[in-house]
């Protein structure tokens, strides 16, 4: 089945700096690939997504970028806040709505 | 539009016992996916009903079954329970067939003694 890993576990970055944190995937099949972002003791909030059917897309201080050849995709948040501060979870899905997440990454923002 | 629900938000149970958490989805959604989230092992796939069917399964033993009602409400029922089902399950709604967004709800944060 498919397999999605992320990278890194934990990243400190200091306030207006970049973030980027990394996924890939097993499942060639897969065609949607979601970020979910998760502050302690609420639950995951959709950030931006992006289908198969396109290389990038971005909203405001987020983007996503993705390759299929390599089979990998990425977040990248631009001039962090420290309300950025939280476990973003990338995710790939080929079915449905059955979603395969990676394991989390820990983002800290230092100002 | 009003979010997803999720009820009872805590639970405590005793092993052997059975649960049924129940999720509510956005009004008009007609997707329900179940999570079940733990520090060890992560966000996991359960199951997902559309349309009072279910239309995929994850990898959890039988003891993990749901059903969807023709309001959309869905219900997980978990029996006999191990240690190990302690757990956040949230339910997430999406709106169509096919892949969609998925919106989570709050979570029931389950412990098993």
């Known amino acids: 089945g498919e397999n999605v890993e992320q990278h890194p576990s934990t990243l400190s970055v200091q306030e207006g700096d970049s973030a980027v944190i990394k996924c890939t995937y097993s499942?060639?099949?897969?065609?949607?690939f979601p970020w979910y972002k998760q502050e302690l003791g609420k639950r995951p909030q959709l950030i931006i997504d992006?289908?198969?059917?396109?290389g990038e897309k971005k909203d405001q201080r987020i983007a996503v970028t993705l390759n299929k050849t390599a089979k990998h995709f990425s977040l990248h948040i631009t001039e962090t806040q420290p309300e950025d501060s939280a476990v973003y979870f990338c995710a790939a899905s080929r079915e449905g709505n059955k979603l395969v997440f990676g394991a989390g990454t820990i983002l800290r923002v230092k100002s | 539009k009003a979010g997803v629900t999720q009820t009872p938000r805590y639970l405590i149970k005793t092993r052997g016992q059975q649960v049924t958490l129940s999720c509510s989805p956005i009004s008009g959604h007609r997707s329900v996916s179940w999570y079940q989230q733990t520090p060890g092992q992560g966000l996991q796939f359960l199951f997902e009903y559309f349309s009072e069917t279910q239309r995929n399964k994850g990898n959890f033993p039988g003891r993990f079954s749901g059903r969807q009602f023709s309001n959309s409400r869905s219900e997980m029922n978990v029996s006999t329970l191990e240690l190990g089902d302690s757990a956040l399950y949230l339910c997430a709604s999406a709106g169509t067939s096919g892949t969609d967004t998925q919106y989570f709800g709050p979570g029931t944060r389950l412990t098993v003694l």
């Open positions: 499942d060639s099949a897969s065609n949607y």
């Open positions: 992006i289908r198969s059917n396109v």
